[in-house]
């Protein structure tokens, strides 16, 4: 565990001990929040130190002692009901899970379905919708009682390293509002439905958080869904969910390393990769059409993230044009298109009439992988994705970063830090063919260990009805 993350932990854990009484419905508001969304950039580059002051109270939590440690607090007897809630619907949270329309026609009941969003419509992909805000209350008293016990335990604090921080106390006391009115909601949905499941696709955001922490209390099972490769640990641990859906092997193996026990990690997939299975591919050149790209050159979609180098960024790309064999898309993220962080791309595709910038929302990105004769990326569910698509993936690592990620290391020399590097092994890659024998191999061998088979939605709801004596799923047409 590098110096931040031990400090993250061991800070956390002194949060909740330190607020543990700050309660809604005996449920400790620290227990709510997104932790890690209270660290501003100031305070994250103290954490990064080896001198940063941790209290001696707290000592250094090892990788296995993190998950039992927030079970302790989850296990509590006033926020677990031990008997499990059977014969009721399955709730699906609609925020984060990236579940296909597909899936909700052909898998989910709708008679035995509720889908929660942020619609208003009386039905979402065809099944019963429910909304949070249709079970809110005014909670502005109990929010203000609580705010200014908040400021209290706040005032105590003046010289604690995290504590103290402005930005720090700012966002949790502004967000002590919305825990509290969702808190309500929840317990008011779980009042008028009869749940005995319940599917989110994080437990980062309050709304996902609070079905699965009060829905302990219900006796309801709640799984969660992985949202994305593993990369900053701080947003998918602590596992607050009964079960936690993952990948593959990597996952699992990384769950169990900090302390998740094997029966509550499913070998599930997820239900978004299947139609990469099931689709049907036919001959499209809408790429070509659309940017009059040459069908003669080796036609090559990098995939950009934010946080990244642009330094080696630039080297790279520069490497590759100034070989008249490639042209190149660069497909920015899509928070670098909202947040328009984009000039970088768009000055090279000024300067180099061999690249195109794709910042078109909503595109199909499998066809989009489709068209081209390789994916080059930085560390993203993308890469993931062009792989299962059996492209030829070239890695970047360009990222700032306090920490490095092992999610692609099977990769080799396929993943790299230097951009001349990484120029050498696309070159050898499209001019040796024993190089495309190589990464073949090795994609297979990746390819082993996920759970990914284009049957992660039928493996899902699997889960869902398991010790249930009720089906959730969708009767087929016959």
């Known amino acids: ?10 800070i956390y854990r002194e949060f909740l001990e330190t607020f543990e009484n700050l309660t ?15 660290i501003d950039q100031s305070l994250q580059t103290k954490m990064e130190e080896d001198t940063f002051p941790l209290s001696d109270k707290y000592p250094e939590m090892k990788y296995e002692m993190i998950q039992p440690y927030f079970d302790k607090w989850l296990n509590k007897g006033n926020l677990t009901l031990t008997t499990k809630l059977k014969n009721g619907k399955l709730l699906i949270n609609s925020d984060y899970t990236r579940i296909p329309a597909t899936c909700y026609r052909t898998l ?10 942020r619609s208003n419509a009386e039905k979402v992909n065809g099944i019963p919708n429910e909304t949070m805000k249709k079970y809110e209350e005014n909670t502005e008293d109990i929010s203000n009682r609580l705010i200014k016990i908040a400021k209290s335990i706040f005032r105590k604090l003046d010289n604690h390293p995290a504590f103290s921080n402005e930005f720090f106390q700012e966002t949790f006391l502004n967000r002590i509002p919305l825990i509290v009115r969702t808190i309500s909601a929840g317990h008011n949905l779980f009042q008028a439905h009869k749940i005995s499941v319940i599917i989110v696709g994080t437990t980062e955001d309050i709304v996902s958080r609070t079905l699965a922490i009060v829905g302990r209390r219900y006796g309801i099972k709640s799984i969660c869904l992985q949202h ?14 009964k079960k936690v859906a993952v990948y593959g092997e990597y996952e699992k193996n990384w769950y169990l390393k900090r302390g998740l026990t094997p029966d509550r990690i499913s070998e599930i997939g997820h239900p978004k990769y299947d139609q990469i299975f099931t689709r049907t591919t ?24 934010p946080n990244m180098d642009p ?22 993220h899509p928070w670098e298109i909202g947040k328009q962080k984009c000039q970088l791309y768009f000055d090279l595709e000024k300067k180099y009439e061999s690249i195109k910038v794709w910042t078109i929302r909503g595109g199909n990105l499998y066809e989009l992988i489709d068209q081209v004769d390789g994916v080059i990326g930085t560390l993203s569910t993308a890469i993931l994705e062009s792989i299962l698509l059996k492209k030829p993936v070239f890695i970047f690592n360009f990222i700032f970063s306090n920490r490095t990620y092992g999610y692609y290391d099977q ?42 088979d284009g049957n992660s939605g039928q493996k899902l709801l699997f889960e869902c009805c398991q010790n249930e004596d009720s089906s959730v799923a969708n009767t087929p047409e016959k």
Request: proline share 4%; glycine share 4%; hydrophobic share 40%.
């Open 1 to 10: 565990m590098n110096i931040y993350l031990k400090n993250y932990w061991s």
């Open 24 to 38: 809604f419905k005996d449920i400790p508001l620290c227990l709510m929040t997104n932790f890690y969304q209270h």
């Open 108 to 117: 989910f009941d709708p008679e035995k379905t509720i889908i929660l969003s």
């Open 228 to 241: 994305g490769i593993l990369m900053g640990e701080e947003a998918f641990l602590p596992v607050f969910t």
């Open 282 to 305: 036919e001959k499209n050149r809408s790429l070509f059409d659309k940017f009059k790209l040459d069908t003669n050159k080796i036609t090559l979609l990098v995939i950009t993230g």
């Open 311 to 332: 330094e080696r960024f630039t080297k790279l790309i520069e490497n590759l044009i100034k070989d008249s064999r490639y042209q190149l898309i660069i497909k920015p």
């Open 411 to 452: 990769f080799g020399k396929h993943i790299q830090t230097d951009p001349n590097q990484l120029y050498a092994i696309i070159d050898k890659y499209y001019t040796v063919p024993e190089q495309k024998q190589d990464f073949e191999m090795t994609r297979d061998r990746f390819l082993g260990t996920l759970y990914l």
